[in-house]
């Protein structure tokens, strides 16, 4: 059994910062995959940012602005958030590939249980 845990979120005004991360444990093989999604009220959940081992990609409405970083000897993966805005506001889920077996080789894919953060005056 797998499980993600979301730490991070809170109220922050306009222009301000955050830091999630977002710690697996368990069963735990290797962590391949991991990013953050997000969904706002009456929205559909949406990808912030993504990490591989080749690298990370981000919404154009974060770019510039978010960073995500992992620490594989930690199964961490981290969401630096800088000059949020209003519109950032949602609740944060990690999301995981993980490899839960050696062999065969099996991937699960796992989510966190979700962080709120709130930007505003």
């Known amino acids: 059994q797998v499980q993600l845990v979301e730490s991070g979120g809170g109220l922050v005004q306009p222009g301000g910062s955050l830091r999630l991360s977002c710690a697996a444990s368990g069963s735990i093989v290797s962590t391949n995959a991991m990013a953050w999604y997000r969904q706002a009220p009456g929205k559909q959940r949406e990808l912030v940012a993504g990490i591989t081992s080749g690298g990370s990609n981000y919404a154009d409405s974060v770019k510039g602005r978010f960073t995500i970083s992992r620490d594989n000897a930690k199964n961490t993966v981290y969401l630096q958030m800088n000059s949020l805005k209003p519109e950032d506001t949602a609740v944060y889920y990690c999301?995981?590939?993980?490899?839960?077996?050696?062999?065969?080789?099996?991937?699960?894919?796992?989510w966190g249980q979700g962080t709120q953060v709130t930007v505003s005056s």
């Open positions: 999301n995981a590939i993980i490899r839960v077996s050696y062999s065969p080789a099996t991937y699960k894919n796992y």
